[in-house]
């Protein structure tokens, strides 16, 4: 038998996605923190907030009671039980339970759907700017992703129009977020209606509502694109606990979707993953059902920190900002000092060159709007305290002064 030399060692398909630049630009702080710099790191999608009490005693009760065994693939009964009446309570979505699966992490349920319906050469509309990974995972599946551009001017959000000019023949799946990251727009119910009437006219195409910021939400009641019209069935309706109940590292996410959606997506699950922690189930559990007054608590802290945010870069020149009405980012538009210098005399010609210029300038991590679909912006996360961030945004506001 002749053995290739040459023969390459890792996959073809690692080619096709990139590393998360969120977690690279996190990296790269930490490192200056190492080195002893004053590092302020705004780029973590993460609530700085610890897990509420009465979840942590779930999870020790859990322990306690020898919990710790594989689970069903889909979930235990229990959360998925919980799951629904959520869905219900909150949503006005009816789902049973073999409807429901439980994965680990909202990230592995949209990977699961994803795989579940996209065949090579499909067509994927996404928004710009989406979360990090939805292209990456695209691409993964071997889809073709055909991206909506939007602006500041717009709040970040695509028209009916727009929707209706992309979708083809070949269109098999919408994914979007809301409310959104990294722009924390925030879709109305009005505005889901409009895109949904397109929708109705295209029942071949399936949509992927990430819902993961649901209860960070400034401006009232979350919709979901689900409840409009024969939606209901071409919708895979994506949440989690991580966010709204601080529990990222539980790892805790799931979806509710068709029978025949929940089933291909439980069948994948069963060759990677199995079943998610069983500790971490029970909890979400109490989450789900228990007292949302630390929730609530959560999201006011949130929109303090946002408008301290604002009332400093309100004043910067050149700066182009929406008024996010959810999640925990901003998105300004820094286009305006693209083409300048820095001291040392280097030309910022984009996102990452401002990204960089502002972590190695002023010690502050952010991340590059290229990383969400629109090189135009930066993103900052505000889930860290309010000294923290009228530190950081003065510092950006210097450093920004300083470009010539």
């Known amino acids: 038998m002749t053995i290739q030399k040459d023969r390459k060692v890792i996959a073809d398909r690692l080619s096709l996605i990139s590393e998360s630049e969120t977690i690279a630009m996190a990296k790269l702080g930490r490192q200056l923190k190492a080195e002893g710099k004053d590092v302020i790191s705004l780029s973590f999608g993460e609530p700085d907030f610890f897990t509420p009490q009465h979840i942590k005693e779930a999870a020790i009760e859990a322990i306690h009671n020898n919990y710790t065994f594989y689970t069903p693939v889909a979930g235990i009964p229990e959360l998925r039980e919980a799951i629904k009446v959520k869905f219900k309570r909150d949503n006005n979505l009816d789902y049973n339970i073999d409807q429901i699966v439980v994965s680990t992490g909202a990230k592995n349920s949209i990977m699961n759907a994803v795989l579940s319906l996209v065949n ?120 989690g606990v991580s966010k709204a109940f601080s529990m990222t590292g539980w790892r805790i996410g799931y979806i509710g979707a068709s029978k025949e959606i929940a089933y291909a997506c439980e069948k994948l699950q069963s060759q990677f993953t199995s079943g998610t922690n069983s500790i971490a189930q029970r909890a979400a559990i109490a989450a789900l059902l228990g007292d949302l007054k630390p929730t609530h608590d959560m999201v006011d802290a949130f929109l303090k920190r946002r408008n301290v945010c604002l009332n400093i870069l309100k004043d910067i020149t050149g700066l182009k900002l929406n008024n996010p009405d959810g999640a925990f980012y901003l998105f300004p538009d820094v ?51 309010e000294e923290n961030l009228t530190i950081a945004m003065n510092r950006i506001k210097e450093a920004l002064a300083k470009l010539s």
């Not at 979007?176 to 009437?197: C, I, M, W």
């Not at 210098?341 to 984009?350: F, M, V």
């Not at 401002?354 to 679909?373: Q, R």
């Open 120 to 239: 090579e050469g499909d067509e994927v509309i996404i928004p710009q700017p989406f979360w990090v990974s939805y292209a990456d995972m695209v691409h993964l599946a071997e889809g073709k992703t055909v991206y909506l551009p939007t602006d500041v001017e717009h709040d970040y959000k695509i028209t009916p129009a727009q929707l209706e000019a992309a979708i083809t023949d070949k269109t098999k799946l919408f994914m979007f977020s809301s409310p959104n990251n990294p722009s924390g727009s925030v879709y109305t119910h009005d505005e889901l209606k409009a895109l949904a009437d397109v929708f109705e006219k295209y029942p071949h195409v399936y949509i992927i509502s990430d819902e993961i910021y649901e209860h960070i939400n400034f401006v009232g009641k979350h919709t979901s694109i689900a409840t409009f019209g024969t939606l209901y069935d071409r919708t895979v309706t994506v949440n």
């Open 335 to 385: 286009s305006s000092y693209y083409g300048k210098k820095t001291k040392e005399g280097l030309t910022i010609a984009n996102s990452q060159d401002l990204c960089m210029y502002l972590l190695n300038d002023v010690y502050v991590v952010t991340v590059a709007g290229s990383a969400f679909g629109n090189d135009n912006c930066i993103r900052f996360s505000y889930a860290t305290s």
